[in-house]
């Protein structure tokens, strides 16, 4: 179906079968339509000293919004946004998806447990494992894989990984990890340790500054004719010879600080076939690249290449509650107390999203699909169908290729080489001297805000990561503000 007429487009509380609670809840404090958090009292009107540093909200504030498209105020003015980096990575689906809020609301309605204590169990469960685990087990054998969903954050997975890998490693003596250069794996100690991008690099941390067992290896690449370059020959050979000391190597497989690079699979697959010969652990931190946004729900579905572990969060609830999973081999699937059972991992509304977001990139499980109410959009009840992976998200990539192809056309000498894969792009912003510049691309982060688009920076090049339901007017209005962007970047490298 055509991205235009999108269903992300529809607003549940107009749909006439939701209004008899809409009218019921008018002119109360309730009211779905009164802006209930804006008028407070003086104390919780706008003042940036109450948070710590860099938290505060920043002055562009978003009020509402649908799909690609956030209603925003800046310095009381409303103007839209099309925001090109899914709510900063973690909206598949965009904003406000009427099939994840519905879900969200019918679960609500009922009298089932919002929340269940870790000593309890709940069918969800078991619902979410289930499907999570179909897709792995596409690419592996059938009951090859475990899942622990006990996670709020990604950082939390990842280190729930590294203790999973540390625990099976092959030998006490595996002390070494390997890592890659601009990787980033997370906030807490673990996550931190095990990353190379950090921004103020000896500045002094939690506990420890740095750990001497994780090496940090160069981003994987191939040179111009697909070959693996000698620094990634290098790698391999180093793990090959080393490999009785590592018990885990950790990659993201679209490390998309390095100007959105994508490992090449040639690599993995190397990387795999030493990994499994010498028993070594290979983690996918999946936390950017899950769920969609490279048209699959796990990498491996895409290169063929399965890890012993992956990590993943974010996407997986669209930002309908914090999650976090990791899928491990069964060999991995041992941990020791308090590692992997956290207390407060038992929102259900968390889980809800999860299954909803899986119904809009997959399609229906068979038993919903013949009970969808008769008043759903017509549009949306076929993408829940389809599914939005095998049906829009092709479409979605073909607008941001010509996207980037026209912007490209209009700025021959500032856009350089489209980076990615998928919906993880990178648009490489060139200097004067035609060279990649960080620079000039983290120009384009700032003052693209100005001209109603956000994108990021990715190194040398702006980061693009939309949702998939981006329809093709938001992608005609992002076209515009990005070359009013890229006219200001230009007088800026004319400066
Ligand atoms: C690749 C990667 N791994 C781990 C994390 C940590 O996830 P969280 O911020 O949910 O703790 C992030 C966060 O941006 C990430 O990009």
Known sequence: MNNESSATQSDVSMLAAVQPLVDALAGTCLDPKRDQYANGSPRATRNPAIFTKGSAPRDVTAYAGSGATVKVTVAGDATELIDLCSMTENTILGLNDPWVKLKQMSYLLSRRPHYVTIRLGYELYYRVANRILRRFERIAGEGEYVINMRECTGSGAVELALHAAWRTAASPGRRRLASFRGGFHGTNLGGILV??????????????????????????????????????????????????????????????????????????????????????????????????????????????????????????????????????????????????????????????????????????????????????PRDLAAELEAGLLSTTYPQTVAMIDELFGELRLRFPSLAGPSTGLGLMRGLVMLGTDGRPSPHLAAEAARVCLAHGVHVRQADAAIFVKPCIVISQSEIDQALVGLTRTFEDVERLRMA
């Open 195 to 376: 990353s190379d991008h950090q921004p103020e690099r000896g500045s002094g941390r939690v506990l420890l500054e740095r750990a001497a067992n994780v090496e940090v290896f160069p981003v994987p690449r191939v040179d111009q004719v697909g070959e693996l370059t000698e620094d990634a020959l290098a790698t391999l050979t180093t793990l090959e010879r080393d490999g009785d000391q590592y018990f885990a190597v950790i990659l993201e497989p679209v490390p998309w600080r390095n100007s959105v690079h994508v490992v090449p699979t040639v690599f993995l697959e190397r990387l795999r076939e030493i990994c499994t010969r010498k028993s070594i652990c290979l983690i996918f931190d999946e936390l950017q690249s899950g769920f969609g946004y490279t048209g699959a729900i796990s990498f491996g579905e895409v290169c063929g290449v399965t890890p012993d572990i992956s990590v993943m969060g974010k996407g997986l609830t669209s930002g309908h509650g914090a999650l976090a999973i990791m899928v491990a081999r069964r060999v991995y699937g041992e941990h020791q107390s308090p590692f992997g059972f956290k207390s407060n991992s038992g929102s259900m509304l968390s889980l809800v999203a999860v299954d909803a977001v899986l119904d809009r990139l997959l399609g229906l499980e068979p038993e919903d699909a013949g009970a969808l109410p008769a008043w759903l």
